[in-house]
């Protein structure tokens, strides 16, 4: 079992739809949970990160935990093209393990 | 890229050759990190460094080695190239000038590493 999961896609919305990414992990000790997106051919630039159970907003973006579950998810609001990338969930503690990415794409 | 430079950007050897990749920082970051990235696997750590002269193996670290001399340098060397070896690789940097660690972590552009 891998340490942190995530769906390799692709998942493909409608452009406004809201597009829902899911990542699980295997350490209860986790500490700390982000979110990077990945254009192709590109480096990882974080997105947001969250600490506690319950959801954190930041513009179109909202980070879901929870720990007992020990699931992330991260919904994207009115979906556009410029959204499509892969999204990489990444835990923390003491040491940061990544999933393998979901690739997204927005169609307009 | 967080003031993150890394050299070169792309890089084809023949197997059984050394190797250096370097990562430059100008945000006087504590922490480095240097990963690969390969199809189906993510981002996996190769080595850190918590300090100058200071540095840990992370889960691939077989085949690297690396050394910080100075707080804005980290270097990853292969000391002898294996096709294995192909991959994209990515430096990133985490914490405080005040020397507080925090944890999330920033990457540089990465470098694209070819092994025939």
């Known amino acids: 079992q891998k340490e942190v999961e995530q769906n390799s896609g692709p998942l493909s919305v409608p452009e406004g739809a809201i597009a829902s990414l899911n990542c699980t992990y295997s350490?209860?000790?986790?500490?700390?949970f982000f979110w990077y997106r990945q254009y192709s051919g590109k480096s990882p630039e974080l997105i947001m990160f969250i600490y506690s159970n319950g959801d954190k907003e930041d513009g179109r973006f909202t980070a879901q935990l929870n720990k007992a579950s020990q699931y992330v998810s991260l919904l994207i609001r009115d979906s556009q093209p410029s959204d499509s990338a892969t999204y990489l969930c990444?835990?923390?503690?003491?040491?940061?393990?990544f999933g393998a990415g979901t690739r997204l794409t927005v169609k307009p | 890229d967080a003031g993150i430079t890394q050299s070169p950007r792309h890089k084809v050897t023949e197997t059984g050759t050394p190797v250096t990749l370097r990562c430059h920082q100008t945000e006087n970051h504590r922490y480095m990190y240097w990963y690969r990235q390969d199809p189906g696997h993510g981002l996996r750590l190769i080595h850190y460094?918590?300090?100058?002269?200071?540095?840990d193996k992370g889960e691939v670290s077989d085949g690297y080695s690396v050394s910080r001399s100075k707080t804005e340098d980290f270097l990853l060397t292969l000391e002898s190239a294996t096709s294995s070896q192909t991959s994209v690789y990515f430096c990133?940097?985490?914490?405080?000038?005040?020397?507080?660690?925090?944890?999330?972590?920033?990457f540089g552009p990465g470098t694209r590493l070819t092994v025939l």
């Open positions: 350490d209860r000790g986790s500490q700390s």
């Open positions: 460094s918590y300090g100058v002269k200071d540095t």
């Open positions: 990444a835990v923390n503690n003491n040491d940061m393990r």
């Open positions: 990133a940097i985490s914490g405080q000038t005040s020397g507080t660690s925090t944890d999330t972590q920033y």
